[in-house]
């Protein structure tokens, strides 16, 4: 088996080369492909190197995938949500096997670097076509994203991100006007959530509208929550002070506009600022390899 392998260098607390060598050693692969330096290379001896032009962002990991895709049997990536969305967005025909080494660890196509059987499985997903954009978590509207500073998940300044630089981020609240198949909200919120729905959601009458979206067999479901909640140092009183916290819920299949006078982002990725997009949802659009 030709295993292809992907590093996000910048994702969550840095890179853990030990890591990197224990996943290769349990899927005891006949070769290895990387990308130059530290895309791969810097971490893997004896490696056959693949070259790609570099531009330091997330297109790296797009451009190694595609060029992997063509050689390897298995993609291996080591990164943040982001970093897998990244991947995805290169729409590869071979399985991806996702390692988490980010901020918050949370995509559903990230497998437990512990695995002893893998299994073959297609994932769905959000899409903003006009960005080529992919989300398996979400697609956030809002003032903050979250980020590992100095060891620590900090809430930081999207927009400021966007441009290169790591500032504190503040709660704020900004406009926002959501469509989905014929129906409109639109206000003052503090963050705008686009998100699919599973039977997580089934019986969770607690998380409101996303447990009676999902019990009608909805696919997805937008949240217009009152307060900025993409935060990692709010304490009891700050949240006791921000109460009620307020959301509003649309449920769709297909697609759906969302405007916004602030930052939107995949899978805590910015992208675009006041702007707005289309997100569609799209069936089995990468293969995966997961625990089992």
């Given amino acids: 088996m030709k295993v292809g392998v992907v590093v996000n260098p910048k994702a969550g607390g840095g ?23 530290d895309l791969g ?16 962002d997330r297109n790296d990991t797009i451009r190694l995938v ?4 063509k050689v390897a049997d298995v993609i291996v990536i080591f990164g943040g ?9 290169a729409f590869p025909e071979k399985p991806l096997l996702c390692i988490g080494t980010g901020t918050t660890n949370v995509s559903p196509l990230l497998c437990d670097p512990e695995f002893r059987n893998l299994k073959l499985v297609e994932f769905d997903c959000l899409f903003v076509k006009k960005y080529n954009r992919i ?10 994203i979250l980020s590992t500073v100095n060891g620590k998940v900090t809430e930081i300044d999207a927009l400021e991100f966007m441009r290169g630089k790591i500032r504190k981020g503040k709660r704020g609240k900004f406009f926002a006007r959501v469509e989905a198949e014929g129906r409109v909200i639109e206000g003052n919120f503090g963050n705008v959530f686009i998100s ?4 997580r959601y089934l019986g969770k009458g607690i998380s409101g509208g996303a447990s009676i979206s999902a019990f009608v067999g909805f696919k997805c479901l937008v949240a217009c929550i009152s307060e900025t909640i993409v935060v990692s140092s709010l304490t009891k009183e700050e949240l006791m ?24 982002s995949a899978d805590g990725n910015p992208f675009t600022f006041n702007d707005e997009v289309e997100v569609e949802f799209k069936e089995k659009i990468v293969k995966v390899l997961k625990n089992y």
Wanted: proline share 3%.
């Fill in 81 to 89: 949500d982001g970093t897998m969305s990244d991947a995805a967005s």
């Fill in 41 to 56: 290379a810097s971490y893997l001896k004896g490696a056959e190197i693949v070259e790609i032009e570099r531009s330091y």
């Fill in 196 to 199: 699919m729905l599973d039977r």
């Fill in 241 to 264: 002070n921000l109460e009620p916290i307020r959301t509003e819920t649309l449920s769709f299949d297909k697609k759906a506009k969302l405007f916004a006078e602030t930052i939107i």
């Fill in 135 to 144: 989300a398996f978590n979400d697609v956030v509207a809002g003032p903050t």
């Fill in 15 to 37: 890179v853990n080369k030990e890591l990197i060598l224990k996943v290769l050693r349990k899927l005891n692969p006949e070769k290895v492909i990387t990308g130059q330096d």
């Fill in 66 to 69: 595609r060029e992997l895709d």
